[in-house]
DNA sequence: CACCAGGCCGTGC
DNA sequence: GCACGGCATGGT
């Protein structure tokens, strides 16, 4: 298992592209961002912060994998899982054109909105739309590029994206609330949002692959069963049950 | 043709 | 408070 195609396009993030020649790129930071291998990410600050590479994961994986059998199973077939530390904006708006969505479309949305909104930082390549450059779009434009009836909630996300700032001093129930205080944001993408955009690491996004996962390995357990690690331990959850076609 | 995808909204009870 | 239908789009 590649561990960069789970961790950079397995569904965290849509920033990533996989070229031709096997390597990974993604317009970030006003800036084309190539790599290949995990140690791409050691030498660029900015890259060091977003893999986050300077935390501990291995403590974790050792208490994750001794939970049970299917967990340990996940730890050993996605061995260097991790949460990036994505821009909380970015996030926001992939996530919301997450629901009732697939990965792979998610994704041409996400490049569809960098090319038509945002700006280009390298010949051919467009970084992804800031607040201020999207506001130009409208809800038939949206609905042109094929985002469907998730048009609205964008344009509610870009008139509230100023909630964004006061996110990082709120307690966890507290911001998810204001959050969700956008249309087209309901407790599951305010939960991605806060742990892909802001690194929450208390979050445990309930999406449908999880939900057959709870039902069929997990029935009648609580999320606190996963604690301290309950992002990590629904991040290995994910890739498995993907993994497992369940 | 049906059903599904990193769900949420609006309505009715 | 909870259940349920509707929703755009493209893939299988």
Request: glycine letters at 4%.
């Amino acid at each position: 298992m590649d561990a960069l195609e789970e961790i950079l396009t397995g569904g965290q993030s849509f920033s990533w592209t996989k070229a031709e020649d096997g390597s990974y790129f993604a317009v970030l930071n006003e800036k084309v961002y190539r790599v290949r291998r995990e140690e791409d990410f050691l030498s660029d600050p900015f890259l060091r912060n977003y893999y986050d590479v300077d935390t501990d994961y291995e403590k974790a994986r050792i208490e994750i994998a001794s939970k049970d059998d299917l967990l340990k199973e996940a730890v050993e077939k996605f061995p260097s899982l991790r949460i990036l530390r994505q821009d909380p904006w970015i996030s926001t708006i992939s996530f919301i054109l997450s629901q009732n969505n697939n990965i792979k479309r998610i994704k041409q949305l996400y490049d569809r909105l960098s090319q038509v909104y945002g700006h280009e930082v390298e010949k051919g390549y467009y970084s992804f739309p800031t607040p201020e450059e999207l506001s130009r779009t409208s809800i038939q434009e949206l609905r042109d590029l094929r985002v469907g009836f998730r048009d609205r909630f964008i344009m509610d996300a870009i008139e509230k994206h100023e909630i964004l700032k006061r996110v990082p001093e709120l307690e966890y129930s507290e911001a998810e609330e204001l959050l969700m205080s956008i249309t087209g944001i309901g407790k599951k993408v305010a939960s991605c949002i806060l742990l892909f955009g802001f690194h929450r690491m208390e979050a445990f996004p309930v999406d449908v692959w999880i939900r057959k996962v709870l039902n069929t390995y997990y029935p009648g357990k609580e999320i606190s069963y996963f604690e301290p690690h309950p992002a990590l331990c629904q991040q290995y959850l994910f890739s498995m049950a993907r993994y497992i076609k369940l």
